[in-house]
């Protein structure tokens, strides 16, 4: 059973924009952070940005910090990820999760994290 539905993924242009949605369903829904991280080829999997349940407190990689936005509709339940000036070091397969415990502030740390989706290709070309 799939919990967590990430799309929006594609071909960008560098200086280019999108956004990412990541459904999640009734099951894997809980009152804690979710997190955005990505994995490029040949690479380690990186936090990119998280955000806790209340949207009180975000986090963001150096990398990203400054062009991206991460928000969250906890009615839906569906998070989002907004980059804006794109760069093709931000190709990577992008995966959305859910925190694993309650009401937490959103970690940068992959084990801190219990339901990953599958992942939506992102490929940034100049």
């Known amino acids: 059973q799939v919990q967590l539905v990430e799309s929006g993924g594609g071909l960008m242009q560098t200086g280019g924009s999108l956004r990412l949605s990541c459904v999640v369903s009734l099951s894997a829904f809980s009152p804690s952070a979710m997190a955005w991280f990505r994995q490029a080829p040949g690479k380690e999997r990186e936090f990119v940005a998280g955000?806790?349940?209340?949207?009180?407190?975000?986090a963001y990689a150096d990398s990203v910090e400054g062009r991206s936005t991460i928000t969250r509709d906890n009615y839906k339940p569906t998070m989002y990820l907004q980059m804006n000036n794109l760069k093709p070091e931000d190709t990577a397969v992008y995966y959305c999760a859910t925190g694993a415990r309650l009401w937490g502030a959103p970690s940068r740390t992959e084990n801190e994290y219990k339901t990953w989706g599958q992942g939506t290709q992102v490929t940034v070309f100049s």
């Open positions: 955000i806790s349940y209340s949207r009180g407190a975000t």
